[in-house]
Every structure is written in structure tokens, then in C-alpha cells.
């Protein structure tokens, strides 16, 4: 069986809202798995999957304090996603520039017909 690629395990961890809340939060800082839970209508056990799946597609780390293993945010992986996304924001700008250009011509020249 074929090892998914990293963008491939970033994606997929970022599939769920659950663990796309869950990174939000910890970009305020790091939290418990208490914390964490807090907001949502989950046991700790279901939000420890999330934190395992986040945590093996690298977008979070987990430290030790005492008792404690703080959850902290790792956004290395999700700059290789918007790297990866980057051409289609520029797709989708350059059609919303040629949108734009068109709706002047438009609001100029209202008699302006184009193909």
C-alpha cells in the first residue's frame, strides 16, 4: 500500500471542520485536550482522534508539561498547501480582473455588446 504524501495528509486532516476549528483555537495558543474539547459536543476520546490526525499530517505538535500534553499549532504543512493553491488564485484573480473590465466597459458604454 502507497504511503499518502504529505499535501495529500494535510488535506485530508483539513477535510473535517471539526480539526479546522480545532487548529483555529490553537492559533490563539497552545491548549489541552480539554480545552480543546470544550466548544464542541464530543468526548475526549473523539477529539483525541482529531488531535492524532492533525498530528500525524504535522499541523500540530504536543509537548509535555507535568501531567499535561499541550497541543500547539505547526502550520509548516499548511504552507505547502497554500503553495500548492497558488496558481488558482491567481486563475480566479485573473478572471475576476477580466470580469471586472468587462462590467466597466459595460457600465460606460451601455449599449456595448460583446460576444
Not at 497552545?30 to 473523539?46: G, H, I, K, N, R
Not at 498547501?81 to 491567481?90: D, G, L, Q, T
Amino acid at each position: 500500500m502507497q504511503k499518502p504524501d504529505s499535501l495529500s495528509e494535510t488535506f485530508a486532516a483539513l477535510a473535517d471542520p471539526t480539526r479546522r476549528a480545532i487548529l483555529t483555537q490553537l492559533r490563539l495558543g497552545e491548549a489541552t485536550v480539554t480545552q480543546l474539547a470544550q466548544p464542541f459536543d464530543l468526548s475526549l476520546p473523539a477529539v483525541s482522534r482529531h488531535l492524532k490526525v492533525l498530528e500525524k499530517a504535522g499541523l500540530i505538535t504536543r509537548g509535555r508539561d507535568a501531567q499535561w500534553r499541550p497541543c500547539r499549532l505547526a502550520a509548516d504543512p499548511m504552507r505547502e498547501a497554500a503553495e500548492w493553491m497558488e496558481p488558482y488564485r491567481r486563475f480566479w484573480n485573473d478572471r475576476f480582473d477580466r470580469l471586472d473590465v468587462r462590467l466597466r466597459a459595460t457600465l460606460d458604454d451601455p449599449e456595448h455588446t460583446e460576444p
